[in-house]
């Protein structure tokens, strides 16, 4: 059974901080993986998607990479600002599953950014 | 472009009564995924509809069902409810294949008393 692990649970930084959000899953047979971040009582919003033949995404002060073979993934964030408080959340497509599309979640580590 | 919107915003229940949980995916996209968030529990994987039709199915047990509609609107339907349903109940679309993003909406907050 695939496993997504998110360490550490919870984060906190001052304002302009460079930081790395680390995932690691079990199963490397994977699709892609998909970060997201969810304010307090909020939905998910989708950041960034790695498909399994890619090394790394990038979208402004983020930056995802992906090492299939290790089962990790980690989350950059330049220049971190009290706006990026949140619970980033990484989540894996198993090729077991792919043809399920079910999305398979870890606990999610809570961000905060002091100013 | 609008995302994917759901209805309603909060839903107050009671033991034994139904729920209907609506979704809106964003326009273009057949398919439309539920998971369930509940405290402690993490994102569980629900149900998946893809042009109108059930695809799949996490480890629920059967009075939790929907359905897709033609447009592609969706609707999650509880039954029975029990207090362990209470839960932020989240909608999600994407366009077919399997290495399209899923992208969510703000949820549903249903709670039992």
């Known amino acids: 059974k695939q496993e997504v692990t998110q360490i550490p649970a919870a984060l906190s930084v001052p304002e302009g901080e460079n930081l790395v959000l680390n995932c690691s899953f079990t199963?490397?047979?994977?699709?892609?993986l998909q970060w997201f971040r969810q304010d307090p009582g909020k939905g998910l919003t989708s950041l960034l998607l790695?498909?399994?033949?890619?090394r790394e995404q990038t979208s402004g002060r983020l930056n995802a990479s992906l090492d299939k073979s290790s089962g990790r993934s980690t989350l950059y964030i330049a220049a971190s600002q009290p706006g990026d408080s949140a619970t980033y959340l990484c989540?894996?497509?198993?090729?077991?599953?792919?043809?399920?599309?079910?999305?398979?979640f870890g606990s999610g580590t809570q961000l905060t950014v002091l100013p | 472009e609008a995302g994917v919107t759901q209805s309603p915003t909060h839903l107050i229940k009671t033991r034994g009564q139904q729920a209907t949980l609506r979704c809106s995916p964003i326009?273009?996209?057949?398919?439309v995924y539920w998971y369930q968030q509940a405290l402690g529990l993490g994102l569980q994987f629900l149900l998946w509809?893809?042009?109108?039709?059930?695809?799949n199915r996490g480890n629920f047990p059967p009075r939790f069902s929907g359905r897709q509609f033609p447009n592609y609107s969706s609707e999650l339907n509880v039954n029975a409810l029990e207090l362990e349903d209470s839960a932020l109940y989240l909608c999600?679309?994407?366009?077919?294949?399997?290495?399209?993003?899923?992208?969510f909406g703000d949820g549903t907050r249903l709670s039992i008393l």
């Open positions: 199963d490397s047979a994977i699709y892609n």
């Open positions: 326009s273009g996209h057949t398919s």
């Open positions: 509809y893809d042009e109108g039709e059930e695809r």
């Open positions: 989540a894996v497509l198993l090729i077991s599953s792919g043809s399920a599309r079910q999305l398979t």
């Open positions: 999600a679309s994407s366009l077919g294949g399997n290495n399209q993003p899923q992208h």
């Open positions: 790695i498909q399994s033949s890619q």
